[in-house]
């Protein structure tokens, strides 16, 4: 590995965020115009012992980077969450004094309180994890609830929490939708990304109204029905996982005399039939933001992780 400009952090990955981590070492090297030369990158190598517990091994020889970035999306996050541990302690141990976490995806953030007896508070419990391991946090659009700011989660670590807004709005220009698009948020908790989508790729926006009758079952109602008469519609959303409200949506959309119907979201967690259900509820096109690898990705997330990272400004102090 060639050792990058003293101003630039190691970038580290694993084996599924490798391609991810090494465009987001590009992406800042361009954004901090590093004298022209790419920052390091290091890939950990993850051992499973045969009884399931994890070897994590980062081959840092030659570097002397007091900075370190560690990118991976945590997504079916429970095995990834102590390799991530355990890296963060490797590069502890030889000599890197901040390390950040740049994780598009971030998970557990839904249950922000205990909502019966007993139940574990999975947020708090994450941010108690993180902050001990980690200096500094980038991510996006999280999960986030009856908390408004993602400050108020982590307390005693810097973060960054970027809205892929802009990205989607983007891919929407690069697709020249039609003008007459209608964009569809699935609930009211979705107002404020929809909006934000809407006015930069200059299109309309209403949100549904959803009730969650389980983790799998919703009820969907639409706003005043006949705007949707023979106008294309596009559902947009932070996460995908069970695809059950986008079902729900494209379903209640059609049912109003929509043209057609696709959705974009920020995060693609579903398996590939629920992508078969899709198009069987005449949902066309799936795209979403590549912070998550998953075939449906389509808009690229690096420059924007690249500048909540640049923006961290106690992980940048020299």
């Known amino acids: 590995m060639t050792q990058g400009p003293a101003l630039s952090p190691l970038f580290c990955g694993f084996d599924d965020s490798a391609d ?6 590009a992406a800042w090297g361009s954004s901090a115009r590093a004298a022209g030369t790419l920052p390091s990158v290091c890939i950990a190598g993850a051992h499973r012992f045969p009884d399931g517990e994890v070897r994590v091994r980062l081959d840092l020889e030659g570097q002397k980077n007091k900075r370190a970035v560690i990118c991976r999306s945590l997504d079916r996050p429970d095995g990834k969450l102590i390799e991530l541990l355990f890296a963060a302690s490797a590069l502890r141990d030889q000599g890197v ?30 941010a108690g994890l993180l902050e001990g391991a980690f200096d500094g946090l980038v991510t996006v659009d999280p999960h986030l609830h009856r908390v408004a700011r993602l400050e108020e989660v982590f307390q005693r670590m810097e973060t960054g929490c970027l809205s892929a807004a802009g990205s989607l709005a983007d891919l929407l220009r690069k697709e020249n939708v039609s003008p007459d698009t209608l964009l569809l948020g699935p609930d009211a908790e979705s107002i404020h990304q929809i909006g934000a989508v809407a006015k930069a790729a200059g299109l309309g926006a209403v949100t549904a109204i959803k009730e969650r009758r389980g983790d799998r079952q919703v009820a969907i ?22 695809g059950q409200t986008l079902i729900a949506c494209a379903e209640a959309a059609l049912k109003a005399g929509a043209k057609s119907v696709d959705a974009y979201a920020v995060h693609a967690l579903y398996p590939a039939q629920v992508g078969k259900a899709f198009t069987k509820a005449g949902i066309g096109r799936v795209k979403s933001c590549d912070g998550v690898p998953h075939p449906s990705n389509a808009a690229p997330l690096a420059p924007l992780l690249a500048e909540g990272l640049t923006a961290l400004a106690e992980f940048n102090r020299p």
């Open 97 to 126: 004094e901040k390390i950040a976490l740049v994780a598009p995806y971030l998970a557990y953030m839904r249950q922000d309180t205990a909502f019966r007896p007993g139940e574990a508070v999975s947020q708090k419990v994450m």
């Open 221 to 242: 109602s639409l706003p005043d029905p006949g705007q949707f008469r023979d106008r294309p519609v596009i559902l947009v959303d932070d996460v995908i996982s069970t």
């Open 20 to 25: 991810q981590t090494r465009f987001l070492a």
